[in-house]
């Protein structure tokens, strides 16, 4: 009786209202369906067939044309294959390695033609998409290279991080690059770590996060998408899962306290995350039958756990998440890969990146592409991939697309004149002083024995480079010191490549230029790199028995500082990149330079005091029977670092 009280009365409130607004009873029909209003994303979605959406969840490569004489053409202008295979697909985006750039000029000519062709067959434009970290990775091989990470954090300034990224992004824009597979927000906690090092800003989370925030922030400046990576961490590996398979053993509250939390403070303003191809085990432990019998546990990339139970759960995320490249030898050698690709989308994952290996004839390659999306629409059509599944992803994809202006992209009017403007922009004077400056920012001084720096005006140095191409980098700075008048004259710096050299020929050299000073300059990438430090320590050794100060200059991973400690100065710059040309600004294009080593050595002349202070943690290096290994021992602190 209550009930059908309460449904009268609400009948008659509700009558009452629409006659008061003009309406009468005859105006309602119960089977009457709201209208649902749909968005720009889902209006397109609707209109989407099932194979258009499987390739708008693709990012290809187009890295090769050619295979001759046993190695591959990297392809810088679309040929008639290409043109016709992305004519027919509905690709949601494109990415650019270096190989596919050689000028200002030719990337511009490449964008614009693949996204002519692609426009042909589909009216949902392209992502195009570079790995432009700045540092050690970057793809404009003629832009600013730009310090790099670790460098960037050694400034301590969040300000100088969105400055540099914001460059970075400009240089991007200005070429036709809307998407960037950065900032790394790696937790760099493992010096051991092959591949991740120096593209991390720091060992500890909270500066991570901090500077990355700074350079996501950046990247919006110029409205450049921007990635970070590699979902849930990269940091505490010592394999490279672009030639393995990682594993770390770590659990889901240990991770919480280190490598999760970048992406836990950033989920929230990330355009994409990109994930990691790397086992954990004690968050996952799904075994998996190799194709040669044995047994592996699913990385990160296929882990429903991780990325749809940890990212999407419980950290909230729901912007695009994209795979790191499936063609890497921790997918490839490890999962077969039709079934990788249909578990890494049912884990919970948007874009698969670059979804066949790659490093195949062109043709080779497009066919394993067209197979790829068959097999993906067969999945989704017998109910391996769930349709929802698949929508979900698109329609984020659509609003990343949207966010950003490009689905209301247009084609290009004139392209001698957006050449002309990006000529103007990338590799800009501006941008090189910009980036020198910077560089010297990060220069940390962590020694400096009864103030051997800096160096006067008219001391000589002798300084020991471990490849040919610092040697320019040395001449450049010699040049600009001169220019600067910090030195009298270029001439009295002096540069010897040790690369081969013995202990003798480095005494020899001490002896034979009778150098004020003595600079060894390091560049260790990983443990491995450590072979040339007897040399240096016998040549610190024999100057000292004439009285030279003795400086190390750790460009690279400053992890190798301790193998000196006899030296009487110690500085690190983050970044041992050298110079390929010395670069002429008469409005010709210049091939990019490592800045670091550059700033480290005007710093070295310069009574202003140096600034940098290390972002990481520098272990005591050990002899062992198998070469080197790092101790548990600190040798620097994270935050040291002192002015003159």
Same mark, same amino acid.
């Given at each position: 009786? @209550?009930?059908?009280?309460?449904? =009268?009365?609400?009948?008659?409130?509700?009558?009452?209202?629409?006659?008061?607004?003009?309406?009468?009873? @005859?105006?309602?029909?119960?089977?009457?369906?709201?209208?649902?209003?749909?968005?720009?994303?889902?209006?397109?979605?609707?209109?989407?067939?099932?194979?258009?959406?499987?390739?708008?969840?693709?990012?290809?490569?187009?890295?090769?044309?050619?295979?001759?004489?046993?190695?591959?053409?990297?392809?810088?202008?679309?040929?008639?294959?290409?043109?016709?295979?992305?004519?027919?697909?509905?690709?949601?985006?494109?990415?650019?390695?270096?190989?596919?750039?050689?000028?200002?000029?030719?990337?511009?000519?490449?964008?614009?033609?693949?996204?002519?062709?692609?426009?042909?067959?589909?009216?949902?434009?392209?992502?195009?998409?570079?790995?432009?970290?700045?540092?050690?990775?970057?793809?404009?091989?003629?832009?600013?290279?730009?310090?790099?990470?670790?460098?960037?954090?050694?400034?301590?300034?969040?300000?100088?991080?969105?400055?540099?990224?914001?460059?970075?992004?400009?240089?991007?824009?200005?070429?036709?690059?809307?998407?960037?597979?950065?900032?790394?927000?790696?937790?760099?906690?493992?010096?051991?770590?092959?591949?991740?090092?120096?593209? #991390?800003?720091?060992?500890?989370?909270?500066?991570?996060?901090?500077?990355?925030?700074?350079?996501?922030?950046?990247?919006?400046?110029?409205?450049?998408?921007?990635?970070?990576?590699?979902?849930?961490?990269?940091?505490?590996?010592?394999?490279?899962?672009?030639?393995?398979?990682?594993?770390?053993?770590?659990?889901?509250?240990?991770?919480?306290?280190?490598?999760?939390?970048?992406?836990?403070?950033?989920?929230?303003?990330?355009?994409?995350?990109?994930?990691?191809?790397?086992?954990?085990?004690?968050?996952?432990?799904?075994?998996?039958?190799?194709?040669?019998?044995?047994?592996?546990?699913?990385?990160?990339?296929?882990?429903?756990?991780?990325?749809?139970?940890?990212?999407? =759960?419980?950290?909230?995320?729901?912007?695009? +998440?994209?795979?790191?490249?499936?063609?890497?030898?921790?997918?490839?050698?490890?999962?077969?890969?039709?079934?990788?690709?249909?578990?890494?989308?049912?884990?919970?994952?948007?874009?698969?990146?670059?979804?066949?290996?790659?490093?195949?004839?062109?043709?080779?390659?497009?066919?394993?592409?067209?197979?790829?999306?068959?097999?993906?629409?067969?999945?989704?059509?017998?109910?391996?991939?769930?349709?929802?599944?698949?929508? $979900? #992803?698109?329609?984020?994809?659509?609003?990343?697309?949207?966010?950003?202006?490009?689905?209301?992209?247009?084609?290009?009017?004139?392209?001698?004149?957006?050449?002309?403007?990006? @000529?103007?922009?990338?590799?800009?004077?501006?941008?090189?002083?910009?980036?020198?400056?910077?560089?010297?920012?990060?220069?940390?001084?962590?020694?400096?024995?009864?103030? +051997?720096?800096?160096?006067?005006?008219?001391?000589?140095?002798?300084?020991?480079?471990?490849?040919?191409?610092?040697?320019?980098?040395?001449?450049?700075?010699?040049?600009?010191?001169?220019?600067?008048?910090?030195?009298?004259?270029?001439?009295?710096?002096?540069?010897?490549?040790?690369?081969?050299?013995?202990?003798?020929?480095?005494?020899?050299?001490?002896?034979?230029?009778?150098?004020?000073?003595?600079?060894?300059?390091? #560049?260790? &990438?990983?443990?491995?790199?450590?072979?040339?430090?007897?040399?240096?320590?016998?040549?610190?050794?024999?100057?000292?028995?004439?009285?030279?100060?003795?400086?190390?200059?750790?460009?690279?991973?400053?992890?190798?500082?301790?193998?000196?400690?006899?030296?009487?100065?110690?500085?690190?710059?983050?970044?041992?990149?050298?110079?390929?040309?010395?670069?002429?600004?008469?409005? @010709?294009? =210049?091939?990019?330079?490592?800045?670091?080593?550059?700033?480290?050595? #005007? +710093?070295?002349?310069?009574?202003?005091?140096?600034?940098?202070?290390?972002?990481?943690?520098?272990?005591?290096?050990?002899? =062992?029977?198998?070469?080197?290994?790092?101790?548990?021992?600190?040798?620097?602190?994270?935050? $040291?670092?002192?002015? &003159?």
């Amino acid at each position: 009786m @209550r009930n059908t009280l309460k449904t =009268n009365i609400l009948t008659v409130l509700a009558l009452s209202m629409l006659t008061a607004a003009g309406c009468t009873a @005859r105006d309602i029909t119960p089977a009457e369906e709201p209208e649902v209003i749909l968005s720009r994303e889902e209006e397109i979605l609707e209109g989407m067939s099932l194979t258009e959406k499987i390739e708008q969840m693709m990012v290809i490569s187009l890295r090769y044309s050619g295979y001759d004489d046993e190695s591959y053409t990297p392809l810088t202008e679309l040929n008639g294959v290409a043109i016709e295979h992305l004519k027919t697909h509905h690709y949601g985006g494109v990415i650019l390695f270096g190989g596919n750039i050689r000028s200002c000029d030719q990337t511009i000519r490449l964008i614009d033609e693949i996204k002519t062709a692609h426009r042909e067959g589909s009216s949902i434009p392209l992502l195009i998409a570079a790995d432009q970290e700045g540092g050690d990775v970057r793809r404009l091989t003629y832009g600013v290279y730009h310090c790099g990470n670790m460098a960037l954090a050694a400034s301590g300034s969040p300000e100088t991080v969105r400055e540099s990224a914001a460059v970075i992004a400009e240089e991007l824009k200005a070429v036709g690059i809307n998407t960037n597979f950065a900032p790394v927000v790696d937790v760099n906690s493992n010096p051991r770590n092959p591949i991740i090092g120096v593209r #991390s800003f720091s060992d500890d989370p909270g500066t991570v996060s901090t500077m990355a925030d700074a350079y996501i922030k950046g990247m919006q400046d110029e409205n450049i998408i921007s990635c970070i990576k590699h979902f849930p961490g990269h940091g505490d590996t010592d394999i490279d899962s672009h030639t393995g398979l990682p594993r770390v053993d770590a659990s889901y509250d240990e991770l919480k306290t280190t490598h999760l939390l970048p992406f836990a403070e950033l989920s929230g303003d990330a355009d994409m995350i990109m994930s990691a191809h790397i086992e954990f085990p004690m968050i996952d432990d799904t075994e998996y039958t190799t194709p040669d019998g044995s047994t592996v546990y699913l990385p990160a990339t296929l882990s429903e756990k991780i990325i749809t139970g940890i990212l999407r =759960n419980d950290l909230g995320y729901d912007g695009v +998440v994209c795979t790191d490249a499936m063609g890497m030898d921790a997918i490839q050698e490890y999962y077969d890969h039709d079934e990788a690709l249909v578990m890494a989308i049912n884990a919970g994952v948007d874009i698969l990146l670059i979804p066949v290996y790659e490093d195949k004839a062109q043709s080779e390659y497009l066919n394993d592409l067209d197979h790829a999306v068959n097999m993906l629409v067969t999945k989704a059509e017998d109910g391996t991939i769930p349709m929802e599944r698949i929508d $979900e #992803s698109v329609l984020r994809i659509l609003k990343l697309k949207n966010r950003h202006g490009i689905l209301d992209e247009k084609p290009a009017e004139d392209i001698d004149a957006w050449i002309a403007s990006a @000529r103007q922009t990338v590799g800009s004077r501006e941008h090189h002083e910009q980036e020198i400056r910077v560089s010297e920012q990060a220069v940390t001084l962590l020694k400096n024995d009864n103030s +051997v720096l800096p160096l006067g005006a008219d001391q000589t140095a002798l300084v020991f480079v471990p490849y040919e191409s610092m040697i320019n980098s040395v001449l450049y700075t010699a040049s600009y010191l001169e220019e600067e008048g910090l030195i009298g004259s270029a001439d009295q710096i002096n540069i010897v490549c040790y690369s081969y050299l013995s202990d003798y020929d480095i005494m020899f050299a001490i002896d034979e230029f009778e150098p004020d000073a003595v600079i060894y300059i390091t #560049s260790v &990438y990983s443990i491995y790199d450590l072979y040339d430090s007897e040399i240096i320590r016998q040549g610190i050794s024999h100057g000292h028995e004439y009285g030279i100060p003795q400086i190390v200059l750790s460009a690279n991973l400053p992890y190798d500082l301790s193998l000196y400690d006899e030296a009487d100065a110690h500085l690190a710059c983050y970044l041992g990149s050298g110079m390929v040309e010395i670069p002429v600004f008469d409005g @010709r294009e =210049n091939i990019g330079y490592g800045p670091n080593v550059i700033a480290a050595l #005007s +710093v070295m002349y310069n009574d202003a005091a140096p600034r940098g202070r290390l972002p990481v943690q520098v272990p005591l290096v050990e002899a =062992n029977e198998d070469g080197y290994d790092y101790a548990d021992e600190i040798y620097y602190h994270r935050n $040291e670092g002192s002015g &003159y």
